[in-house]
Structure formats: C-alpha cells, structure tokens
T-cell receptor, first 111, second 112 residues
Framework: GEDVEQSLFLSVREGDSSVINCTYT??????LYWYKQEPGAGLQLLTY?????DMKQDQRLTVLLNKKDKHLSLRIADTQTGDSAIYFC???????????FGKGNQVVVIP | DVKVTQSSRYLVKRTGEKVFLECVQD?????MFWYRQDPGLGLRLIYF???????EKGDIPEGYSVSREKKERFSLILESASTNQTSMYLC???????????FGQGTRLTVV
C-alpha cells in the first residue's frame, strides 16, 4: 500500500524548537493525527487536526497542514527532555476503519 | 480513564512454540488492531477486527492468526514462532465513529 512518509531522526537542544514533518497520501482524509511514543511504552495521541483547518495550536504544539502538498508538520516550542520520544503521524484508511502510520521520527533532546 | 491492556510486557519463547498475545479493552470499542513495531519500519498492521468473530488481514498477516470471541478481547496467535517474529507487538482499539486509536503498553517478544 501507499506509505505515510516521515524522516527518521532529529536531535535538538533543550529550549529550542523542534519541527517534525510528514507526507500523507489521501487528500480526502478527514483527520490527521500525531502520536507520541515514550521509551518502552505504547503510543499516545498527542494532537490531531481536522482536514478543514490549516493550523492548530495547543500549548507548545503547533500543527500545520498543507492539503495541496499533503504535508503535515508538528512544531514543538521550547523543547524539553520529556519530549524525547518517537513521533508518528497517522491518517485514516479503508473507510475510516483503521489508521496508517508513518515510520516514526525519533526526537532526542540534548540538555 | 480509557484502557487497553496487554497481558505481558516481555515474553521469551522458543522457536516452534505456539504463542498467544492477549489484549483487552474496556471502552466497548468495535475495532481492535494488532501491530508490530520494528526499528526503521515503524508500525505495520498484522490483523484487525471490526466486530466479534470478524477479522481482516492487515499488511503483514503471514505467520499470524487472530481470535475475537468477545468484544473486549483480541488475541494474536503465532502458530509456530520463528526468530523473525522477534518484535514489539502493539494492540490498539477504536470506535466505529472515531478513528482515534488507543494503544496498549506493548509486548516485547523475543523468539530464541
């Protein structure tokens, strides 16, 4: 099947901003999701955006959606050590019955 | 608090053994999923179920089967474990009305 694309690794200094990018495949996706996976744990929903929005801000998180290019990004302001994790973007597939995930982007925060 | 619980955090099994991974959710969700997670490959869907006794193959079903006898429980079965099935296994559930998936904590399976 078609893949949701993400770059694999990002290191960032504590206090700087992090930007994680994702390219999704289905222009008709109604929601797009960002999940966070801390070491040794399952995935937790971090934030999501409706497809009729260009931007969503939630405290230190900003999600940008470019529907024309099918590009999704997650910006984390004032990155902290607790933000060290793998971040996955995801989009619905097969009549919204399931999610397709990117390969994940590992973020390492350097103190 | 919504909860998806996987029966084991860590498992070590021998090649050829039959392995059962259990997952229970308490949210009355219709959909349940089994993924495996490997470095550099992300999450890959093995099987999913959208109702009791219903199942559908995901992207990598070979070597696996599943069972859903009750709505809250979804089991992943490795009929004859092999070393290439060493991986992190993640169970998830979602409702029919909302694609947001809730994940268990994962089971790290090692086949020796």
């Amino acid at each position: 099947g078609e893949d949701v694309e993400q770059s694999l690794f990002l290191s960032v200094r504590e206090g700087d901003s992090s930007v994680i990018n994702c390219t999704y495949t289905d222009s008709s996706s109604t929601y797009l999701y960002w999940y966070k996976q801390e070491p040794g744990a399952g995935l937790q929903l971090l934030t999501y955006i409706f497809s009729n929005m260009d931007m969503k801000q939630d405290q230190r998180l900003t999600v940008l959606l470019n529907k024309k290019d099918k590009h999704l990004s997650l910006r984390i302001a004032d990155t902290q050590t607790g933000d060290s994790a793998i971040y996955f973007c995801a989009e619905p597939r097969r009549g919204n019955n399931r999610l397709a995930f990117g390969k994940g982007n590992q973020v390492v925060v350097i103190p | 608090d919504v909860k998806v619980t996987q029966s084991s955090r860590y498992l070590v099994k021998r090649t050829g053994e039959k392995v059962f991974l259990e997952c229970v959710q308490d949210m009355d969700h219709e959909n349940m999923f089994w993924y495996r997670q490997d470095p550099g490959l992300g999450l890959r869907l093995i099987y999913f179920s959208y109702d009791v006794k219903m199942k559908e193959k995901g992207d990598i079903p070979e070597g696996y089967s599943v069972s859903r006898e009750k709505k809250e429980r979804f089991s992943l079965i490795l009929e004859s474990a092999s070393t290439n099935q060493t991986s992190m296994y993640l169970c998830a559930s979602s409702s029919l009305l909302n694609t947001e998936a809730f994940f268990g904590q994962g089971t790290r399976l090692t086949v020796v």
